[in-house]
């Protein structure tokens, strides 16, 4: 699988997580399909609370209002943009995930309500000089996890 990358989201990410310095934040991804197995992320929302230095925790309330809005705002194409999966940065540690973060997305993915048949999680790290580390792994209902390639658009 491949995500393509805008520049206004890399923005984003770079703003908010300073903003966020040691705490962890994170929200969800909304994509538009735009090749077989490959995704645009076409917004990405931020949950600046329920974070600490460690963890991030998703909050469903937010997650459920920024899925709806996007919906209503591209015209419930489901086919074309949809839930694409999840963000969070680790302020403090290499952009792998960590135990509990596989374990968070078997459970979104095994509990069925998001209706995907799979979902990928982006860790997004600010380095020196606004640099940004982005990891990409893509998880399906069956516990499996890969490797997603990001491509980062001009
Ligand atoms: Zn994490």
Same mark, same amino acid.
């Given at each position: 699988? &491949?995500?393509?990358?805008?520049?206004? @989201?890399?923005?984003?990410? &770079?703003?908010?997580?300073? !903003?966020?310095?040691?705490?962890?934040?994170?929200?969800?991804?909304?994509?538009?399909?735009?090749?077989?197995?490959?995704?645009?992320?076409?917004?990405? $929302? @931020?949950?600046?609370?329920? #974070?600490?230095?460690? $963890?991030? +925790?998703?909050?469903?309330?937010?997650? #459920?209002?920024?899925?709806?809005?996007?919906?209503? !705002?591209?015209?419930?194409? %489901?086919?074309?943009?949809? %839930?694409? #999966?999840?963000?969070?940065?680790?302020? $403090? /540690?290499?952009?792998?995930? $960590? !135990?509990?973060?596989?374990?968070?997305?078997?459970?979104?993915?095994?509990?069925?309500?998001? #209706?995907?048949?799979?979902?990928?999680?982006?860790? +997004?790290?600010?380095?020196? /000089?606004?640099?940004?580390?982005?990891?990409? %792994?893509? /998880?399906?209902?069956?516990?499996?996890?890969?490797?997603?390639?990001? +491509? !980062?658009?001009?």
């Amino acid at each position: 699988m &491949k995500i393509l990358l805008p520049r206004p @989201v890399v923005t984003l990410w &770079k703003d908010e997580l300073r !903003r966020a310095g040691r705490r962890e934040i994170g929200g969800v991804l909304m994509g538009e399909a735009v090749a077989q197995d490959t995704f645009r992320i076409v917004e990405a $929302s @931020v949950q600046r609370g329920g #974070g600490t230095a460690t $963890s991030f +925790v998703r909050d469903p309330r937010h997650h #459920g209002e920024a899925i709806r809005a996007f919906h209503r !705002r591209t015209g419930h194409d %489901y086919t074309q943009f949809n %839930y694409l #999966g999840e963000w969070h940065s680790h302020p $403090s /540690f290499p952009t792998t995930p $960590s !135990r509990d973060d596989l374990a968070a997305m078997h459970e979104l993915l095994a509990d069925g309500r998001i #209706g995907a048949t799979f979902a990928c999680l982006l860790i +997004v790290r600010l380095r020196l /000089f606004r640099r940004l580390d982005v990891g990409a %792994y893509v /998880f399906t209902p069956d516990g499996g996890m890969q490797l997603v390639t990001v +491509v !980062r658009e001009r």
